[in-house]
């Protein structure tokens, strides 16, 4: 009897229930798309923040002890200046958490002269290939890094030892073009480089002071060949958090669990510990500022991914509260039929309620899948990827369907009740 009753109301209300089942459809798919977006909007801002700069900085060991004794920059003048040896640098990717590691660049900075002043040549990896002893290839280098400079003229390769990058600072001083030659003159061997004008570049920076060769170039002009003097490093990492923090003053303070936990997580301080456990002759340093912002953006993106789909189920289940009330409210007197031949509230209330669940249950099927396609738009319209398919999301989305379901029932169970056979049927 209840099944028969049931299926002549889902016949006899079709259009009433199909507005339910497309307002939990609009609900739950807007609710997912934020979900999915959410769980897998980490990589994904951290690979958007990754085109800005590096977040972890590689010195030798050495100079980073001097420095931090003495209060002295990089730049500072007079010190001994440390190095790394090249080779070594393939242990970057060597670590547990080595595909966070998304770029890294050597470089090693000397002085030359040029028509006799004094000029700063650079050299680096453009973009470097790599084998590496895990059996992975690699390619890595600056011009990943440095996204957002402006650089006329053809992309400028490793293997091209007589070209130059040139800054833009200095081709306006010397008023030098594109394909123009310059001799720079080592301060350190006074050998004399023939360099040909590759490209000129607008970094905004201290950089555009700057001549950039490759590195073997950089390595001839300050006699120092298979060295480099500081290692620039963007590596994808997870906020940090209390833990971290407590990690990055004193790992030994942590018990075995929370070493665990640490060690396992791509916190910026535990992947700069597993790079100096690699590599003993150096020191990692943490581009706080950097990691912290990234940090910072990506706790707000999650958070306002959440308000949206809190919102989205609110005004999901007030549409549902209005639809289903009006449904009761116009099958009144059938309700009150009912009731006056015997049937409780709570039978009453398991009919209406099972025949709205199963439209809101086929209204958040079709909604899911609604909302993975929004989340693609959204992944490709923002990020340029796919959003990878959560599986968490199939048991929330049901619970959201159950939720709005119910609390957007409520008020048209309270008046159902409340209604009275007699009253009804009188047309009262």
């Known amino acids: 009897m209840f099944c028969r009753m049931l299926l002549s109301v889902l016949i006899r209300q079709k259009k009433k229930l199909f507005l339910i089942a497309l307002t939990v459809a609009l609900g739950v798919s807007l609710a997912t798309a934020m979900l999915n977006v959410m769980f897998d909007v980490g990589d994904k801002v951290n690979q958007e923040l990754k085109a800005y700069g590096a977040n972890l900085n590689i010195v030798p060991r050495g100079s980073a ?9 990089n730049n500072d003048s007079g010190q001994a200046v440390q190095y790394i040896k090249e080779e070594e640098l393939v242990r970057i990717k060597m670590i547990f958490w080595a595909y966070n590691i ?26 470097k290939y790599l084998n590496i002893p895990t059996g992975d290839q690699v390619n890595t280098g600056m011009l990943a890094m440095k996204s957002w400079w402006t650089i006329e003229g053809n992309t400028m390769t490793d293997d091209n030892l007589q070209g130059a990058m040139v800054g833009e600072s200095v081709a306006k001083q010397w008023n030098l073009k594109l394909g123009d030659t310059i001799d720079i003159i080592s301060t350190k061997t006074n050998k004399k480089f023939t360099l040909t004008i590759n490209n000129i570049f607008h970094s905004g920076g201290a950089e555009d002071t700057q001549i950039y060769v490759s590195l073997p170039v950089a390595q001839d002009l300050a006699d120092k ?42 916190y910026i301080s535990s992947i700069a510990y597993q790079l100096e456990e690699l590599m003993p002759d150096v020191r990692v340093k943490a581009i706080m500022q950097v990691a912290e912002s990234e940090g910072s953006i990506l706790q707000k993106t999650q958070l306002l991914m959440l308000l949206l789909t809190i919102l989205s189920l609110i005004c999901s289940a007030l549409a549902i509260s209005n639809l289903v009330t009006a449904n009761v409210i116009e099958r009144s007197t059938e309700i009150g039929l009912l009731k006056a031949l015997g049937a409780t509230n709570t039978a009453v209330a ?35 990827s796919f959003v990878e398919p959560k599986m968490i999301i199939i048991p929330l989305a049901l619970i ?27 047309g009262r």
């Not at 909604?367 to 992944?379: E, K, N, S, T």
């Open 65 to 73: 002890v001097i420095n931090e004794m003495y209060q002295l920059d």
């Open 102 to 127: 998304v770029d890294f660049a050597p470089f090693l900075t000397t002085q030359a002269s040029f028509n006799d002043k004094p000029i700063t040549v650079v050299g680096t990896w453009f973009n």
């Open 225 to 266: 060949k298979g060295l480099v003097e500081r290692v620039e490093v963007s590596a994808l990492t997870t906020p940090e958090n209390e833990l971290a923090r407590k990690a990055a003053q004193d790992p030994n303070s942590l018990s075995r669990t929370e070493w665990d936990t640490w060690y396992c997580t791509a």
């Open 350 to 384: 398991m009919l209406i309620l099972t025949e709205i669940f199963i439209i809101a249950l086929l209204g958040g099927f079709f909604g899911y899948f609604i909302g993975f396609g929004f989340a693609q738009i959204i992944g490709h319209t923002v990020f340029g």
């Open 400 to 426: 959201m369907v159950i939720l709005i379901t119910f609390l957007g029932s409520l008020p048209a169970l309270r008046i159902m009740m409340f209604l009275r056979p007699t009253d009804v049927l009188h």
